[in-house]
């Protein structure tokens, strides 16, 4: 063997990046340009969104001079091409191309085409960095490193992703304060950004391995050289992170997960430190700021949400909320936290600590509630539905169970995420399935509470498992929608039973294995998102062929939803305050053939109510008139399973390309944002 063309540095040098300085100048030249690139991207969607909110500002402006103005309807040349532009790229990002929904199948659905857009940017930068001039010819004075360098570009595009992958991991972090993008729709990224990680360290590692091979000294530079070991020691904890980090292995104990999580990731962070030169290790440091950038401010804020005055002179501060629990039908608890002394906005949810169902648990479920108040809402309460499942759920259930309830001392952190602005769009349209109502009715509230919007219409849909569950927020759409029926928005309430209920004795009755048509024996019914819980839901019930109804083209008719062997009805918002009972003061009680004045069967007796059975709502139905009879541009607001959203996000993709939204048609823009129940 030619030893000629080996450089024996290999073996002082190893994986520790060019010790001698070698391919430095360029691959720290090239790391930079990594953050800077990602620096304009935060910059730009930075500005999309001071924009955005310009926009919003001077749409509400214009309606309020103008009543009968459509701000959102593009008025000139630019305003068109602007239109057109955004809608060419929503057509392009919302569809999902494929998703599988079996309990265990599920977990390998690609990522939304939007998605997969951004996956494929990043690669293109990655592989560019790694392969740009760095196959040497024979010819070359430099060819004897002709494997190390590819091993230390590799190592340089390897370590500079580090700091990046566990900034997107922080739920407190700059990306989402500057751009409004929330850290859980910010996850996804992190999980993918690490994967590609996992595979730029192969290329890192596999090229020095191939010059050891091929000079016999494997053994040598392993034993030799600490840092070897420390390099592979952080490839296999990287891999172990991937592995657990799966959605399958997430669901089975996610307290258990976090934990190992947080431990691997330090160990990581320690091996890496120890395996690159001291001229690399500011990744490392700039990695372990980040994370206590998060912690500090989490902690301060923490402090401020649960550090209370007491009224009394001199009294020491209260820790903490009181909160009271009720057991609702179906194994709910809700939750009610009191004297609540900060704001949210609707679609926000909060991480709750209560010791006594489970020590150094936090959890996170979405507010059920708006800050400022309806008629039927106390403006300091906080407000959350939870499903029971296990641990901590399952505890908090049991104590609302009890006979006597005494208030539990809770703990908030939050509010978190970034909920779409919906006051400049003409229409709106909020689907909700099961628990999902908890995102889409406090929307709805906020819409009708705030008079600084834009809406002409407001369609909302609700699918429920069974009749119980409309009595959770009973009061609070009927409130919501005779404010805006005093306001002249037309509104348009849709709500969908699946499942036969023991009240609805007055109606047909089906086979039991025909009554719960949205359910999906292939989903679990065991994943919580933000406390938006997977019930057995399908999105076949509301799929997206295409089915005509029968009612009335104007997007302010009452057209009804029907669903085979199920009950659907269409209420009219100003006859559901004056029609519908009010719970008892003991709260929601079960509903029984005796009293069901909960439930959709007391409507049927009363004027202005229709129920159908027979066959399946579909989103045509649901979307489509609104949007044909839109003047301005709509917004589609759904929370539900994957299945639900994937249905809702192609559907809206045909219909936009159908009707050339902004494309010479006439037809307006529409804007989608799905809230899933499962990260």
């Known amino acids: 063997m030619d030893m000629s063309e080996m450089d ?25 340009a990594y953050w800077y690139i990602i620096a304009s991207v935060v910059a730009l969607l930075s500005l999309l969104r001071v924009a955005r909110h310009l926009r919003t500002r001077w749409s509400i ?35 999902q191309p494929l998703t599988f929904t079996g309990r265990f199948s599920k977990y390998f659905s690609p990522p939304s085409t939007g998605r997969i857009l951004i996956l494929s940017a990043y690669w293109i930068v990655l592989l560019s960095f790694l392969w740009t001039n760095v196959i040497l010819k024979p010819n070359d004075p430099l060819y004897g490193y002709k494997w190390e360098k590819v091993g230390f570009r590799a190592a340089w595009i390897s370590v ?11 739920k407190l972090n700059p990306i989402s ?14 999980r993918w950004a690490a994967r590609t990680l996992f595979f730029t360290i192969i290329v890192h590692w596999s090229f020095f391995f191939r010059e050891w091979y091929i000079a016999n000294f494997v053994q040598l530079e392993i034993g030799m050289m600490p840092m070897v070991k420390f390099g592979f020691g952080t490839w296999a904890v990287l891999g172990w992170t991937i592995i657990t980090s799966w959605g399958y292995f ?14 691997a990731a330090g160990i990581f962070l320690w091996l890496l430190y120890s395996h690159v030169p001291v001229y690399a290790q500011y ?49 709910f608890t809700k939750v009610t936290i009191n004297d609540v002394k900060f704001k949210w906005k609707a679609g926000q949810h909060v991480y709750i600590s209560i010791p006594r169902c489970g020590f150094m648990e936090a959890h996170p479920f979405t507010v059920a509630s708006v800050p400022d108040s309806l008629p039927s809402q106390d403006p300091q309460n906080l407000s959350l539905i939870i499903k029971s499942h296990g641990g901590f759920t399952k505890k908090l259930h049991a104590r609302a169970s009890q006979p006597e309830k005494q208030p539990l001392r809770a703990f908030v952190s939050g509010p978190w995420g970034y909920p779409p602005n919906l006051a400049s769009y003409e229409t709106l349209i909020l689907i ?112 997206s062929q295409s089915h005509s109804s029968s009612s009335d083209s104007s997007a302010t008719s009452s057209s009804s939803i029907s669903e085979k062997h199920g009950v659907s009805a269409t209420i009219s918002p100003s006859e559901m305050e004056s029609q519908t009972p009010k719970p008892p003061e003991s709260g929601l009680a079960n509903p029984t053939p005796k009293s069901c004045s909960f439930c959709l069967c007391s409507f049927k007796r009363r004027r202005g109510v229709s129920f159908t059975t027979g066959s399946r709502p579909t989103l045509d139905g649901v979307i489509r008139p609104a949007v044909e009879n839109a003047l301005g541009e709509t917004a589609v607001v759904a929370c539900g399973g994957r299945e639900l959203m994937a249905d809702v996000r192609n559907y ?28």
């Open 160 to 170: 500079t992703q580090v700091p990046f992958i566990v900034l997107l991991s922080c």
């Open 432 to 543: 909700a399935a099961s628990t999902g109502a908890t995102f889409t009715v406090p929307i709805l509230s906020e819409i009708a509470l705030s008079t600084e919007n834009c809406v002409r219409n407001v369609v909302f849909c609700w699918v429920c498992r069974d009749a119980s569950q409309i009595t959770w927020f009973q009061r609070e759409i009927s409130a919501a929608a005779q404010a805006l029926e005093a306001r002249g928005v037309s509104v348009t309430i849709k709500i969908v039973i699946t499942a036969c209920d023991p009240c609805l004795c007055n109606s047909k009755h089906a086979e039991p294995e025909q009554t719960a048509l949205l359910a999906s024996d292939n989903q679990s019914e065991g994943e919580i998102e933000k406390g938006v819980v997977k019930t057995h839901v399908s999105a076949k019930s509301i799929s």
């Open 61 to 95: 402006r214009t309606f309020s001079r103008r009543p009968d103005a459509v701000p959102s309807r593009p008025t000139n040349l630019l305003s068109q091409s602007l239109a057109t532009i955004t809608a060419i790229c929503r057509e392009m990002s919302y569809g």
């Open 8 to 32: 024996m540095s290999g073996m002082s040098g190893g994986m520790d990046m060019g010790s001698n300085g070698l391919f430095k100048d360029v691959n720290m030249m090239l790391a930079r």
């Open 652 to 679: 809206v993709v045909r219909l936009s390309d159908e009707r050339a939204v902004h494309k010479g048609t006439g037809a307006q823009g529409i804007m989608l944002f799905t809230e899933m129940f499962d990260w």
């Open 283 to 331: 990744n490392v440091w700039m990695a372990i700021g980040f994370v206590v950038f998060d912690q500090v401010g989490r902690l301060s804020l923490n402090i401020i949400r649960n550090v209370n005055r007491s009224s009394g002179k001199g009294m020491m501060p209260n820790l903490g909320y009181r909160a009271h629990v009720e057991a609702l039908p179906g194994s």
């Open 177 to 190: 304060i500057l751009t409004g993008i929330s850290y859980e729709r910010l996850n996804w990224f992190h």
């Open 250 to 263: 997430r669901g089975m104990s996610y307290e258990i997960f976090v934990l190992q999580h947080l431990t």
